[in-house]
């Protein structure tokens, strides 16, 4: 079932996110291409992986040691006869009667007959004898035949996002070609009259434009391809030129600044003019309460318009132009529908509990995700919070590795407590 979304003005956290899911759901899966096992790393998979056979393919031995008749060893030290050596790849081909060993190396295949394998520290040979110390149970040491997964079972879905583990799954069942989903394109339009680009050098009341840069990065590093777009003055004419240019060649079209109440913030008027609709003009969040989301018309010359979750419009994000904010609305509020966009189902940012390091004393009214490093060994976890100039600055959020989540209510949180931390 899907969701009629409606447009809405300033959301809570809550319910900005599900909005987000609610959109994501109704994307249709976009194309999809075969390429090379490697070249499918980091891709989003279009198609199920399913075993070629039993695996393991034979019962396959866990341990260097002998393979035996655990019965055999129902008195101890027991001594039996070695009759021959398997080794992974070559097996010994005979049966292993009672009272008979087979001297057997990790990674080959249990002989008929044997029903388990004793490890060679417990064992001492002398010839063709073996001396043995420990019992064994029947099956110990031995993954039995298509115990992992049977011939046919799907071993991956379609839409998980590949990762090594993966990619030895693949190759595992002789997949040397696999079918991945396109990258979604998605067009960064930066917007601000004080914004010069990196081959200028900024006047003293200019600074450069790292808002693309980062938003580029993000976009790559969760599977889709960018575009940047040049800077757009706060002037919607020339806005709406360069939002009707990134429609033509996206599947999603993503601004920085000019979202918030200023009188150059023009941004959400020159979507609406371009028939734009708007499913939350704000979030109570901070950093980032301006954040817009949307969807416009997609412009007949998109071929892939069909991507979006009705065919003829292509989801948008205003993002307020603090770099903090981009950050953290890209994490929050980009990211899930980049990833249903490139055919993946949107996962959230994984949570952890962590101890506080010092007292942290806000406002309430806002669900804040503030710039944090999460430390401290293996147990025990801390998180401190980056102290930072405000959404501006970009060292903090350079420093930070996951975000301190503070909930509406709180207004003070004593060092020590075990808060919630979201980790990028
Ligand atoms: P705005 O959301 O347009 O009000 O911008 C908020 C703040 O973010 C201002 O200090 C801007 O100068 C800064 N900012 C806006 N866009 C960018 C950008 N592309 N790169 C770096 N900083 C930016
Ligand atoms: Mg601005």
């Not at 034979?58 to 027991?78: C, E, I, K, M």
């Not at 920085?256 to 969040?285: C, H, P, R, W, Y």
Request: charged residues 20%.
């Amino acid at each position: 079932m899907t969701t009629v979304l409606q447009p809405a003005g300033v959301l809570s956290f809550e319910q900005a996110y599900q909005t987000i899911l609610d959109y994501s759901r109704g994307i249709r899966p976009p194309q999809t291409e075969e390429v090379p096992l490697l070249g499918a790393l980091g891709r989003v998979l279009a198609e199920p992986v399913k075993a070629d056979r039993d695996f393991p393919p034979f019962p396959r031995v866990t341990r260097d040691g002998y393979a035996v008749h655990a019965a055999d060893l129902a008195s101890l030290p027991a001594t039996l006869r070695v009759i021959g050596q398997a080794k992974a790849g070559s097996g010994f081909t005979g049966t292993v009667e009672r009272g008979q060993a087979v001297e057997i190396m990790t990674g080959a295949a249990l002989p008929a007959g044997a029903d388990a394998v004793v490890m060679v520290e417990y064992t001492e040979q002398d010839n063709d004898r073996v001396t043995i110390d420990r019992a064994v149970k029947a099956g110990e040491n031995v993954v039995p035949a298509g115990a992992e997964a049977s011939a046919g079972q799907e071993l991956l879905s379609p839409g998980q996002r590949i990762r090594p583990a993966h990619i030895a799954m693949a190759a595992a069942v002789g997949k040397r070609r696999v079918r991945v989903y396109r990258k979604p394109r998605v067009a960064i339009l930066a917007t601000g009259d004080e914004l010069v680009d990196l081959a200028e050098v900024p006047g003293p009341e200019q600074i450069r434009n790292s808002n693309s840069y980062s938003l580029s990065a993000h976009i790559t590093e969760h599977g889709g391809e960018p575009l940047q777009l040049p800077v757009a003055p706060d002037e919607e004419r020339k806005l709406s030129t360069l939002i009707h240019a990134g429609l033509e060649q996206s599947d999603m079209l993503v601004l920085s600044g000019g979202v918030s109440m200023g009188k150059f913030d023009l941004v959400e008027k020159a979507l609406s003019s371009m028939g734009a609709s708007f499913f939350f003009t704000g979030a109570q969040i901070q950093p980032g309460k301006p954040v817009v989301f949307g969807a416009i018309p997609a412009p007949s010359a998109n071929s892939s318009a069909s991507f979006a979750a009705t065919p003829a419009t292509m989801p948008l994000f205003g993002l307020p132009g603090n770099p903090v904010s981009v950050m953290v609305t890209f994490d929050l509020f980009v990211r899930p529908v980049l990833q249903a966009l490139g055919g993946a189902s949107p996962v959230r940012l994984p949570a952890a509990k962590a101890r506080l390091a010092s007292d942290f004393k806000t406002k309430t009214g806002l669900t804040r995700f503030l710039p944090a490093l999460l430390k401290g060994g293996l147990y025990g976890p801390e998180v401190e919070v980056i102290s930072w100039q405000g959404s501006g600055d970009l060292l903090a959020s350079a420093r930070a590795n996951c975000y301190l989540v503070v909930p509406p209510d709180r207004e003070a949180i004593p060092a020590g407590e075990m808060v919630s931390v979201l980790i990028r």
